[in-house]
């Protein structure tokens, strides 16, 4: 009897040991449970580096998943490669009480490219394991050991990297076993709770009690909100060659020493076909721009994430062979093309994406950028080029690359130079329509929609489509707002040369006129209703940034039948401020024909948070006024 | 007329007179710019053949072959996913895997005018597990550009006497596809046709011969063995069946699962009739069916255990009072208890004694141990077999017609409906996964029949806002809404995760046309009973003033403003899985210095047959106005020959609601 007491009490003390590491929910500071989907427990990254060619990561992390919308913590996923070899992995999953509920095997984890639809990066790898929760909350334990001889690419520290989740403690440590120089830089760390110790050798530092953030409209990415440390070392090891630099134009050096060291040559047929297409052209541009076609008829994008395939680019023999690569492949590919026709090219590296980010100035580092584009320095200007659209037109960069530093690697180094920004006045969607009201109370007429500049890049995808995704387009999402709409055959121009793109449409809206006793009202901004409220924050905490204005300019003359006569025209409207300016007006120009003119325009800029309620207070004006109506009746006036 | 047989004739001369040998892509097939009847696909299947025929080897027995060959236009970039080719097979290590070999496979393109080929490179097919029972083959062609032809032909051997689904139409059309299926006599297959488009087929017998190898050791002067061989004519039932230019299957709102529209045809083997040998029968009805899932040990054999939950049982039923209590006790208990793994599945995978102990299960595991515990407290309950929505309507008896789990509770035509694998779920309102087709109960005494999983109640949302307009032109007052059954079981699946201030969050968010000054959710729990959600507001956003009349709308910042049914044609039934009915009651308290100048007119409209109604009525009596809107489907599935009817009712119906109460101050 007493044996069994004793059994049971070692057994309890046991129970006790496995849920005591505190991973049960309830043992999380309710501070850290507002706004979280995700409390990230505790978690850290240890890096050694043992010699120039060998460094060892070692990642750890228990988060506690609290509801559905912090599933995508219940990944495991670690990438590895020719350089890199995974030494080991563990993964616990772990219930509401700490108690372990399952451990992963090893055949539990799956083993895929990590790029699909292409054999190009066959070495790029991922494991994971993905756990599918049965009950929330629960908590999930993995670590995992690398080993890798890429000493170029130091995983940085980003201790919070998705919003709605909170941090109980995160660590981080270098330890540079090999001397030589040894960058840092820490970005965002104060106003949070951060240990650090940083030596001759190495740093460590440490993140404790981060409360979850939430997304708010317009601030930015989570990037510029929660610490993090870059980490660099002066002279490291990459794909197998040694390489060191201490800023960007020695980076731009060892790109092309070391990276950019490919010199097999296109095919004999794509020679001819590309001098053939050029021949006699004086023109750079012009040459340029042919080549940029010919390679965009040709060409077909695999995408490839941030961080796999590594940063080497594809042969180009191979990209011409294959006729598919991702930015990179396609970049030197576009470039060679370049150069055989005597059009000098620049590889760039950017951080692409519609959010604007650019680089450390003084921090150069193999881990920031994520994309490649070209830079062509020709006689009168900079001609910038993504490789990765196969219908953008020619010096075409869009919101992905525009308006940032990046790094263009020459002849001579690295340089930081910026890219075009759009500006709000060439920014513009041209809107001019005949409308013709019926007695019957429906109205047709034809719409011409003219889009330049950023705006173009939200228009031009339209020309994929057929006709019937078109009448989808039209109908079921951009105007969504209009009832019982007809429209004719759709015409579409691309204009890629002066990057100008118009949509042409015949249209007839049934019952659009509503009719009360004698009185007829129409709406009569049809083709352009601003409809989004920007959203409420009870609360905001950061400041909102506009980073591409536009404007949006109607004219549309409006003929009523003969049996209707006017009775009131909406009254003239005309607000600006630091956002931007909306003006509206209705113009007789005789008993039967009115002219509606319409500006809205919202500026680039960045406004503190105390100015949101009065944007948003703009905004909600602009709808108001957005629904204005000319009154008509039907009696005899 | 003639004209149209002349093309018809055209067509068909245009579609026989193609080279389908595999390589013979022809320079037209390759100029073709865009698709001859739809210019805006990306890409189609020019040709595709299919072969499915028994092979006779004297240690294997019959195994069936299926060889296709597949020959697709890629007209543009958009079109490169057809490029990509999976191929799906079984694979398991106790009952025979298949084999799938990619015997060929190239890319043709124009170059110059001249037609050039690229192959698929060795090594370019990739195997890929999907799990412990399926695997993929799968390859990418390489060289594409915008106008190639990609072709290729591969082989699937399998050991099992199954015929996989015959598909004739795609989300891209086909210029040509035949399809050739090749029976011996002895297997009997029951066919079952499913789709909207005509496909034409003949049938026809042909002679088949297996030869048997004899081993003699019998003749004793020799020391060798004797070989002798004999041949066994059989009879092979051919069918052909083949269409030219099939249309693409469409995209639609609304549409629960493609595949219950999709052109094709299924074979399910329903006898094999060896010679000299009793036939042997698979299921062939739906109550065969039943009761060959109930004889599986991993079906039958579990449902009868019951040691497990004894214990717990008897603390449950001590406690209870009358039956309905009992089964909510039980119900809820197998809830908490068991918590659902994710997967659907008729049969077991751990057993009911693991899942209860371990906490965790699939469908089966926990309804059926819900089962389990209803019967040994006392009550008729009994398994319901259900199709998901994902899994399609099967058009004949299989046991692969089910893929799901759930409980009966009561007699013939008092039946109520159980799912413990929703923590959200209440008796009768099931997941919406499980509102398809008809779902089959299989009784104690092996008797089974169907019961209907469509409900008839209403899956119902109620409006009510007592609104006062004040001298400011502002609006304020009070919205409670209160969701019921089906309604309820969504809000609380997809709310309840949320904090007060996420919560609130997504109201502002839902209703920006007001400001929410207070907002409570009651019962989010209590799932027993409706989620009620109550508003203060106020607002300045809903009047319009044009000319010194102020326009209101009646249902102020509710009910929609579009049609979400916008195109002009609809193929497929429009389903919304259940019956619904949304009503709004809304009283506006207006000022003394205003006077009503008019209100809309009270209205009720109604589709044929009873399909929908909807009804608007507005009063005006002492200074307040009251409106009451009721929007009611009462069938969860809507023809598509009715998508007319149903387009112009919301037409009328969103006009209606659309209308404005017109005030003048004084």
């Known amino acids: ?637 | 007329m003639k004209k149209i047989t002349l093309f018809l004739c055209l067509i068909s001369f245009l579609a026989t007179a193609q080279n389908y040998k595999f390589g013979k892509v022809s320079k037209e097939e390759l100029e073709e710019q865009f698709y001859p009847k739809d210019s805006s696909v990306n890409a189609a299947i020019l040709f595709k053949n299919r072969r499915t025929y028994f092979d006779y080897t004297q240690s294997d027995g019959f195994f069936v072959i299926t060889e296709v060959h597949e020959r697709i236009k890629i007209y543009n970039k958009e079109g490169y996913d057809w490029a990509t080719k999976e191929i799906r097979y079984y694979t398991s290590s106790s009952s025979g895997s298949e084999k799938v070999t990619v015997s060929t496979a190239k890319t043709f393109r124009l170059e110059d005018g001249k037609i050039k080929s690229y192959k698929l490179k060795k090594g370019g097919v990739f195997l890929e597990k999907e799990n412990k029972y399926w695997s993929k083959k799968i390859f990418t062609m390489p060289n594409l550009t915008e106008g190639c032809v990609v072709e290729w032909k591969y082989k699937l051997i399998s050991p099992y006497k199954g015929i996989d689904k015959l598909n004739f139409q795609y989300s891209i059309p086909v210029k040509r596809i035949q399809c050739k299926i090749e029976i011996p006599e002895y297997y009997i297959f029951n066919l079952r046709y499913i789709g909207f488009e005509k496909t034409s087929s003949k049938k026809y017998v042909k002679g088949g011969v297996i030869t048997i190898t004899n081993k003699d050791r019998s003749n004793r002067w020799m020391t060798g063995s004797v070989f002798s061989s004999s041949d066994i004519n059989y009879k092979i039932n051919v069918m052909e069946v083949s269409k030219d230019f099939m249309p693409a299957l469409k995209e639609e709102l609304y549409v629960s699962n493609i595949n219950n529209y999709r052109t094709s045809i299924k074979f399910e083997l329903s006898s094999v009739r060896w010679p000299n040998r009793p036939i042997k029968n698979f299921s062939k009805s739906w109550d065969n069916v039943s009761k060959t899932i109930l004889a599986n040990s991993s079906f039958g054999g579990e449902l009868k255990k019951k040691l497990y939950f004894k214990k717990d049982l008897e603390l449950l039923k001590v406690a209870s009072g009358n039956q309905k209590e009992l089964v909510d006790k039980i119900f809820n208990f197998v809830k908490e208890k068991v918590k659902w793994n994710g997967y659907n599945g008729l049969y077991t995978d751990k057993g009911v004694k693991v899942a209860y102990k371990k906490g965790t299960g699939n469908i089966a595991e926990i309804n059926l141990i819900l089962t389990a515990m209803l019967r040994d407290a006392g009550i008729t309950a009994n398994p319901v077999l259900v199709s998901t929505r994902s899994h399609g309507v099967p058009v004949f008896p299989t046991i692969e017609g089910f893929n799901y789990v759930v409980v009966g509770v009561g007699e013939k035509g008092g039946i109520v409906l159980l799912d413990a694998s929703e923590k959200y779920s209440t008796p009768d309102v099931l997941p919406f996964r499980t509102l398809n087709w008809k779902g089959r109960i299989i009784r104690d005494d092996k008797t089974s029949s169907w019961v209907p999983l469509i409900p008839l109640e209403h899956s119902k949302k109620e409006y009510m806002i007592s609104a006062v307009l004040n001298d400011n032109e502002e609006l304020s007052g009070f919205v409670r809404t209160k969701f019921s059954n089906r309604a309820a079981l969504r809000y609380r699946k997809t709310k309840n995760a949320l904090s007060e201030d996420e919560l609130l969050e997504e109201i502002d968010e839902k209703y920006e046309d007001i400001d929410v000054l207070l907002a409570k959710v009651k019962f989010r729990e209590d799932i027993y009973k409706p989620v009620v959600e109550s508003l203060k507001f106020t607002s300045e956003d809903l009047l319009e003033e044009i000319n010194g009349d102020v326009f209101i709308k009646p249902l102020l910042f509710l009910g929609e403003t579009t049609n979400p049914f916008k195109m002009d044609e609809r193929v497929y039934p429009i389903d919304y899985g259940s019956p619904w009915t949304t009503n709004y009651k809304v009283s506006i308290k207006i000022p003394g210095n205003y006077k009503v100048v008019s209100i809309p007119e009270s209205v009720k409209l109604e589709m044929e047959e009873g399909i929908g109604s909807f009804l608007m009525q507005v009063k005006e009596q002492n200074g307040t106005i009251r409106i009451f809107v009721s929007l009611s489907m009462n069938t969860g599935m809507i023809h598509a020959s009715k998508y007319k009817m149903l387009k112009d009712f919301y037409r009328d119906m969103l006009k209606k609601i659309n209308e404005k109460i017109v005030l003048k101050k004084v």
Request: net charge neutral; aromatic share 12%; charged share 25%.
């Open chain 1, 1 to 637: 009897m007493r044996k069994y007491h004793l059994l049971f009490i070692v057994f309890w003390i046991l129970l006790e040991g496995n849920a005591q590491t505190s991973y049960a929910f309830d043992s999380i500071p309710s501070s850290l449970l507002k706004h979280a989907n995700a409390i990230v427990r505790n978690a850290s990254i240890s890096i050694e580096v043992l010699a120039l060619d060998k460094m060892k990561i070692k990642v750890k992390k228990i988060v506690t998943i609290k509801n559905e919308l912090g599933d995508m913590h219940s990944s495991v996923v670690v990438h590895y490669g020719r350089n890199t070899k995974i030494k080991s992995i563990k993964t616990i999953i772990y219930d509401r009480n700490g108690l372990e509920i399952k451990k992963v095997k090893s055949k539990d984890y799956k083993d895929v490219s990590a790029v699909s639809g292409g054999t190009l990066y066959g070495d790029s790898r991922i494991q994971y394991y993905t756990y599918i929760p049965v009950d929330y909350p629960y908590t999930i334990y993995y670590e995992y050991e690398l080993q890798t001889s890429n000493t170029a690419l130091i995983p940085n520290w980003y201790p919070v990297s998705y919003m709605n989740t909170s941090v109980e403690y995160s660590s981080y440590s270098v330890q540079n076993f090999i001397g030589g120089a040894f960058k840092h830089l820490n970005k965002n760390f104060e106003n949070f709770t951060i240990t650090s110790d940083i030596t001759a050798t190495g740093v460590s530092c440490s993140l404790q009690d981060f409360s979850a953030i939430k997304e708010e409209e317009l601030s930015g990415g989570i990037k510029n909100k929660v610490p993090s440390m870059l980490v660099h070392l002066e002279s490291f090891s990459a794909y197998g060659t040694k390489g060191s630099f201490s800023n960007w134009n020695e980076f731009g050096e060892w790109m092309n020493a070391s990276i950019l060291t490919d010199n097999s040559n296109l095919s004999k047929h794509t020679i001819s076909e590309v001098l053939a297409l050029t021949s006699g052209i004086e023109n750079e541009r012009e040459r340029a721009r042919l080549v940029y076609e010919y390679m965009q008829g040709k060409m077909r994008y695999i995408s490839v994430q941030v961080g796999i395939g590594g940063i080497q680019p594809e042969k180009v023999m191979t990209v011409d062979r294959l006729a598919y690569g991702d930015c990179k492949g396609l970049c030197v590919y576009t470039k060679k093309l370049l150069e055989l026709v005597n059009v000098p090219a620049h590889y760039v590296v950017v951080q692409a994406g519609r959010n604007i980010e650019g680089f450390e100035k003084d921090f150069p580092s193999v881990e920031q950028g994520n994309h490649i584009i070209l830079n062509l320095p020709l006689d009168k200007e900079d001609v910038w080029l993504e490789c990765t659209n196969m219908n953008m037109p020619f010096g075409f960069l869009g919101d992905f690359t525009d308006d940032r530093n990046v790094i263009v690697v020459t002849k001579e180094g690295g340089e930081i130079k910026k890219t075009p920004t759009y500006k709000t006045a060439n920014n513009v969607q041209l809107t001019i329509a005949e409308v013709f009201l019926s007695a019957t109370g429906s109205v047709k007429g034809n719409v011409e929609i003219t889009s330049t500049g950023i705006q173009y890049d939200q228009h031009f995808h339209l020309e994929m489509y057929d006709q019937e995704r078109l009448q989808k387009h039209y109908k079921e999402n951009y105007w969504d707002y209009i009832n019982n709409l007809t429209l004719g055959a759709v015409t579409l121009e691309n204009d890629k040369k002066n990057v100008v793109f118009k949509e042409g449409l015949s249209f007839e809206i049934g019952g659009y006129l509503q009719s009360m006793d004698d009185k007829v009202f129409f709406d009569v901004n049809v083709f352009n209703k601003f409809t989004r409220v920007p959203k409420k924050y009870r609360e905001r905490i950061y400041n909102f940034e506009k980073q591409r204005g536009w404007r949006d300019e109607e004219t549309i003359k409006i003929e009523i039948p003969n049996s209707y006569s006017l009775v009131s025209v909406p009254k003239e409207v005309e607000i600006s401020n630091e956002f931007g300016l909306y003006s509206m007006s209705l113009e007789k120009v005789s008993e039967k024909v009115f002219l509606y003119k319409r500006i809205f325009q919202l500026n680039k800029g960045v406004y503190s948070k105390e100015k949101y309620k009065h944007y948003r207070k703009f905004i909600k004006q602009v709808i108001k006024y957005d629904q204005s109506k000319l009154v008509l009746t039907t009696r005899k006036i």
